[in-house]
C-alpha cells in the first residue's frame, strides 16, 4: 500500500470541501457562527479529560504509557476546540491545518490505547510516538504537495 501511495498522482483537497450549508452571522458578527461555535464543547471535554489525567487515579490507569496515552488524546480534543473553531472561522486550505492536526493527534492518540489496552502495553506505548508522526507527518504532507493520498492513507489504514 506504500509503494502504491507513492506512484499515485496527487489528489488535490475539492475547493468546495471550504463551502459549508450554514454560513450565517448569527452572533457578535461571527462568520459560520454555529459552525464556530459548535466546536467550543470540545475545549471543555479535552480540559476536563486533562485535568483527570493528572490525577491518574481516576481513570484507573495502569502504566505510564497509558497515562501518556489519554494524555495526549484530551490534549487532541482539546486542541480540536481550539482548531476548528479557527478553521471553521475562516475557512481555507491554509486553516484547514488546525482542523485536521489535533483530530489526528486524538485519533492516532486512540489507536495506541487501544492497542496498550487490548494488546500488550510495552507495544502500545512504543506506538504511540510513530502514530503520533506519522498522522503529523499526513497533514504536513497534505499541506505541502494540496493532496490528501498521504492523509487518506493514515485515517483509513492505520485508523481502521
Not at 106 to 132: H, N, Q, Y
Amino acid at each position: 500500500f506504500v509503494v502504491l501511495m507513492l506512484v499515485t498522482p496527487a489528489i488535490p483537497q475539492d475547493e468546495d470541501y471550504h463551502d459549508f450549508a450554514d454560513q450565517r452571522d448569527l452572533f457578535l458578527g461571527i462568520p459560520n457562527t454555529l459552525n464556530v461555535l459548535s466546536n467550543i464543547p470540545f475545549l471543555f471535554v479535552g480540559l476536563a479529560g486533562l485535568i483527570l489525567c493528572h490525577y491518574k487515579n481516576y481513570f484507573r490507569l495502569c502504566s505510564q504509557g497509558e497515562l501518556w496515552s489519554w494524555t495526549l488524546f484530551y490534549a487532541g480534543v482539546t486542541a480540536v476546540g481550539v482548531g476548528s473553531s479557527y478553521y471553521h472561522l475562516y475557512p481555507n486550505d491554509a486553516t484547514l491545518v488546525w482542523d485536521r492536526l489535533p483530530m489526528t493527534i486524538a485519533f492516532t492518540s486512540i489507536v495506541a490505547i487501544f492497542i496498550i489496552e487490548r494488546v500488550d502495553d510495552r507495544a502500545g506505548t512504543k506506538s504511540l510516538a510513530p502514530l503520533v508522526i506519522a498522522g503529523a507527518l499526513s497533514i504536513l504532507y497534505w499541506r505541502q504537495d494540496l493532496s490528501i493520498v498521504y492523509l487518506s492513507f493514515c485515517q483509513g489504514y492505520l485508523l481502521p
